[in-house]
């Protein structure tokens, strides 16, 4: 029925039909066009323009997050048996390859917009007033534990 | 004949028609930017393929999913305020029973789903439309909280916790996904209707 109506007016070569098929055509065309172009997502991503309003966008996040947040709310804190057992590992290296650091040339290196950029030893680090808390950490991968 | 040619009904609003398409758009962003995410630390065994993903890594997926975030939610509010407060849901997506969306889609697989007049939706359309908004509401408010799992914690508990919230935003995005899917196939299927959603208008089939 849908078929014959679409012959018999096509046959009649009503111009705005074929507009419309035209019409159509192109937007087909051009959501493929578009679909491409997401398909190489990689390369879209590193576009200079594209690259402007991304950066663009998250400056424009960190500032929407200072107004809608607290910065006083707190994380959750959990009892000692929530811990995640083991907790998951995470570096650029893998964990038979962690380097073992000399506590007693250990220096805390500080820099950025502070008055005393003067670097910490272990011992000056020990001797500050200390604190525990346990909370769920929650990594930007996606991934989170308990510790 | 000639007269009942030059016979054209509305279909869709000019809202609707600009808001599902900037709806499409952001969906598409979201949804390819959001697998790369999920590539970072899968949630269950299976990756999705790098190529049908956008950003090129997790900071860059990152970047366009909390970009593209404002327009989903910015045209959301457009659209849900319009089908609200012009009648526009209610004339279109009600009634709605579970018998007769049962039956249209039972008739829909047997390919005799009748869908003659383009300006109603049948049960079967309306249900799909329904189920696309709830799960967009619910994708945007489980992103919230795991976006911002300690602001907004009262949220997140009311998923289970941030892990909870995950599972939820996934589980979210593979029935819009599924449901996208079986849209996009009914317009292949009756491509008369895809014109409409430009035009807003279509031919009087009588």
């Known amino acids: 029925m849908k078929k014959r109506t679409m012959d018999a007016s096509l046959a009649e070569h009503s111009p705005k039909l074929i507009r419309s098929i035209e019409r159509r055509l192109f937007l087909r065309q051009g959501l493929s066009l578009g679909a491409l172009a997401l398909l190489s997502g990689c390369a879209l991503t590193d576009d200079e323009g594209v690259q402007g309003l991304l950066l663009g966008m998250s400056r424009w996040n960190d500032r929407a997050q200072g107004w809608l947040f607290n910065p006083n709310k707190l994380a959750p804190e959990y009892p000692e048996s929530a811990i995640t057992k083991p907790f998951p590992f995470n570096a650029y290296y893998g964990e038979d390859e962690v380097r073992l650091v000399d506590g007693a040339s250990y220096k805390l290196e500080l820099s950025g917009l502070i008055r005393d950029k003067k670097p910490w030893t272990l011992p000056e680090l020990y001797a500050l007033p200390q604190t525990s808390q346990i909370t769920r950490h929650i990594c930007v991968e996606g991934w989170s534990a308990i510790g | ?206």
């Open chain 2, 1 to 206: 004949m000639e007269a009942a040619q030059a016979q054209w009904v509305k279909v869709h609003p000019l809202v609707v028609r600009v808001t599902h398409w900037i709806n499409a758009f952001a969906i598409l962003i979201m949804v390819a930017s959001g697998w790369r995410i999920y590539n970072a630390s899968p949630l269950f065994g299976f990756r999705f393929p790098n190529d049908l993903t956008l950003g090129g890594w997790l900071a860059g997926a990152l970047q366009w999913h909390f970009a593209a975030l404002w327009l989903l939610v910015l045209n959301g509010i457009v659209y849900v305020g319009y089908g609200i407060f012009s009648g526009h849901f209610r004339r279109k997506l009600f009634p709605l029973t579970p018998r007769a969306v049962l039956s249209d889609m039972l008739a829909a697989l047997r390919g005799r789903l009748a869908h003659d007049d383009l300006a109603v939706y049948n049960a079967a359309q309306r249900a799909a439309y329904l189920a696309i908004i709830l799960c967009l509401a619910v994708l945007v408010l489980s992103g919230l909280a795991i976006w911002k799992p300690v602001q907004l914690q009262e949220l997140a508990a009311l998923m289970g916790g941030y892990e909870g919230a995950r599972l939820v935003h996934f589980f979210a995005m593979a029935l819009m996904v599924f449901i996208a899917l079986v849209h996009i196939v009914m317009v292949i299927l009756v491509p008369r209707t895809f014109p409409t959603i430009i035009t807003g208008r279509a031919r009087r089939t009588s």
